[in-house]
């Protein structure tokens, strides 16, 4: 949540941010991730959905019983729908887990007046799709928008992704035409990394940009997950070696120093990498230069994340729009 924090609020406004919900580190309650969430993006709208896949606790908390009161598909899945109806600034997901509540599910989210969306989280069968698509014919005076998020991408999937995509976005245009907005959302930072500076295509960007070649939409619109991934179990535990990354908006950039240490990394990507902005001035970029200055902005993997995302969001948020993503309404002392 630090990374969104920390960004310009020029950013923010034109960003809609999915939440998944989710116990937080160690919260007993639900509101704790609904608290962290309206921290990080104030009063502006976002969407809320139930993570699919969450980890099995070693201890029960009340905020999994909670989450549990919130899957139950009864009364149209009625606790979903009080539940949101509560959040003013939360533009409810449809939950999908039980087809013979989705029609009464919809009409109820619908009538809480902020729109509703559609988020399929893995790949459908091709002929299932225009059944869940028909779900939002039901309140053609609603607005809605649908989300394909699929999860992580890995180069060697990229062709089938991009085809099984391009088919996806023109089954919505067969049953609901021109009318709501598709979102293509993956994720594709490296899971491995060498020692010195490498760089990778961003994958995510390069599929959104060949189906909005092949579809020809209009109202198709960039999703990704951040930079973030979604590792089961939380990774293996081992020490994690000094790292800086450095997203631009077509590539990841990371220098990884096995035998040095973050302010090594930090200084020789500024020095060496030949990708260095100095001109673009928010909180990341700062935490960088403050780091190759006194080594401790950036001292663990957490904060390595963190302003990750922060520099990775600004930059696809302002993608091929020339120099706008320098003009922030932040106020940075030259370092």
């Not at 939440?19 to 991730?33: E, G, R, T």
Request: include cysteine; aromatic fraction near 8%.
């Amino acid at each position: 949540m630090l990374a969104m924090k920390e960004l310009p609020n020029s950013t923010l406004d034109r960003m809609l941010p999915v939440f998944c919900l989710k116990p937080w580190a160690n919260s007993k309650h639900l509101v704790s991730s609904v608290d962290r969430i309206n921290m990080s993006v104030g009063e502006r709208p976002w969407i809320a959905d139930i993570a699919r896949k969450i980890k099995e606790p070693k201890t029960e908390r009340p905020v999994h019983d909670e989450l549990r009161q919130l899957l139950d598909p009864r009364d149209g899945y009625s606790n979903w729908v009080e539940f949101v109806r509560e959040l003013p600034n939360a533009i409810p997901c449809i939950q999908l887990g039980n087809d013979r509540e989705l029609e009464g599910q919809c009409e109820s989210l619908a009538n809480i007046g902020r729109g509703i969306v559609l988020r399929i989280s893995e790949s459908v069968h091709i002929s299932n799709l225009p059944r869940l698509i028909r779900i939002l014919n039901i309140r053609p005076d609603v607005s809605k928008l649908v989300i394909f998020d699929l999860g992580y991408l890995k180069p060697r999937q990229y062709e089938t992704r991009a085809i099984e995509l391009v088919r996806y976005v023109n089954c919505v245009l067969d049953e609901l035409g021109d009318r709501v907005p598709i979102v293509i959302s993956n994720t594709s930072f490296p899971m491995q990394f060498v020692d010195g500076i490498n760089e990778t295509d961003i994958l995510d960007r390069m599929i959104f940009n060949e189906v909005s070649k092949n579809t020809g939409y209009q109202r198709l619109i960039y999703g990704d997950w951040g930079s973030s991934r979604d590792l089961p179990g939380g990774g293996n535990g081992e020490k994690i070696p000094p790292r800086i990354d450095y997203p631009t908006q077509e590539k990841w950039i990371y220098v990884k120093d096995t035998e040095g240490d973050y302010q090594t990394a930090a200084t020789s990507l500024i020095r060496d990498s030949g990708y260095w902005d100095e001109d673009l001035k928010i909180w990341a970029s700062q935490m960088i230069k403050s780091t190759r200055l006194n080594g401790n902005a950036i001292h663990n993997a957490r904060m390595c994340t963190a302003v990750r995302i922060n520099m990775h969001l600004h930059l696809q948020t302002f993608y091929n729009e020339g120099d706008a993503r320098f003009d922030t309404d932040d106020e940075w002392v030259d370092i």
